[in-house]
């Protein structure tokens, strides 16, 4: 769905699949499906909050957007350039334009390199700086993200979990990049970390006008950081709009039960529980129609034979239900 800033990102009819099973042993292999049809706006300079249960497809679309992994499917526009037809030096060239920041941030760090070397290695890879000109720009970067040169020679297990994130970022932004997925970038970081990384990518964006796709578990760091929100079930998006109307009126059942489950801090607009039953279908064989209505307690029988289509509710607000066209 179009929302009304320029989208730099635009994501039409995108699928992913996985083969599970087989092995070396043999057996049989099942097609699991990890994206469906996914259809998707991010505007420049924007963020744009994904959320959705562990599972729901929402790491495998950041990582198809970059080709990370390769959709079955689809079409990926990053500012113009069609991201599934390039290959060799054009896709090379486009990765400068964007980048990825992992969950663990210790992870995504090699423990062989030192934080000097971690940051100088896209640069030396796309660009000609070497010698001191590569060690300023590295030090650029590590005070750009809050630290210093005092850094810069320690590995990254003598880092801190935030020290480890602000080097990711720091390597994230070496290559002047204009669309980041931020993969879960603070659920592995205590709360006051956190909100010190979350100011950070905000004051970045700002400063350097990035895109965002944020990827989170935790609705209040979507609702904070995100100007957009679209919520995703078994691999497929069914709903999307801002954060005012998806937090304050959310239309799809899904979306209702998730936030119902969202602590409030004030008793007296405190929401009523809405309790699931029934468990999450498997990717490996989804169901037939709406892909929630194994658990939507306001199930009717064309939900079990027809995959509801978008209906817009505002201009910029949209949801996948057959309540909504009843």
């Known amino acids: 769905m179009t929302a009304a800033a320029q989208p730099l990102v635009q994501v039409r009819d995108l699928s992913v699949f996985y083969e599970s099973g087989g092995g070396f042993l043999g057996g049989s292999t099942r097609r699991v499906r990890a994206l469906h049809n996914v259809d998707l706006d991010i505007p420049a300079h924007q963020t744009l909050g994904l959320v959705g249960e562990s599972g729901c497809g929402k790491t495998t679309l950041g990582r198809a957007l970059l080709r990370l992994v390769k959709p079955a499917g689809g079409q990926v526009t990053i500012d113009g350039v069609e991201v599934l037809a390039l290959s060799g030096a054009a896709l090379r060239a486009l990765r400068r334009e964007m980048q990825i920041i992992f969950q663990n941030p210790i992870a ?5 390199l030192r934080v000097r070397d971690v940051v100088a290695e896209p640069l ?6 070497r010698g001191q000109p590569l060690n300023d720009r590295v030090l650029e970067l590590l005070c750009m993200v809050g630290m210093d040169e005092s850094h810069m020679d320690r590995f990254p297990h003598a880092l801190s979990g935030g020290q480890a994130q602000r ?3 720091a390597r994230a932004l070496a290559l002047n990049p204009k669309f980041l997925v931020l993969d879960e970038p603070t659920s592995a970081l205590d709360v006051s970390v956190q909100a010190q990384i979350l100011n950070l990518l905000q004051q970045l964006q700002g400063q350097f006008n990035l895109t965002y796709l944020l990827i989170s578990h935790d609705l209040a760091v979507v609702q904070y950081i995100s100007q957009r929100l679209a919520v995703m079930y078994l691999g497929e998006i069914v709903e999307e709009g801002p954060p005012r109307a998806i937090f304050g009126e959310p239309r799809h059942p899904y979306t209702q039960a998730l936030l119902s489950a969202t602590p409030v801090l ?12 029934g468990v999450v279908p498997s990717a490996a064989d989804p169901p037939s129609g709406c892909p ?12 079990r034979e027809v995959n509801p289509p978008p209906t817009q509710i505002d ?5 996948s239900c057959h309540l909504l066209t009843k």
């Open 108 to 112: 995504s760090l090699s423990p062989r």
């Open 124 to 129: 030396q890879t796309h660009t000609p700086l």
């Open 167 to 169: 080097v990711a970022i």
């Open 266 to 277: 004030d008793p007296h607009l405190a929401r009523r529980r809405i309790i699931l039953s």
């Open 292 to 303: 929630f209505h194994t658990r939507c307690p306001q199930v009717m029988e064309q939900c």
């Open 315 to 319: 201009a910029d607000h949209w949801a």
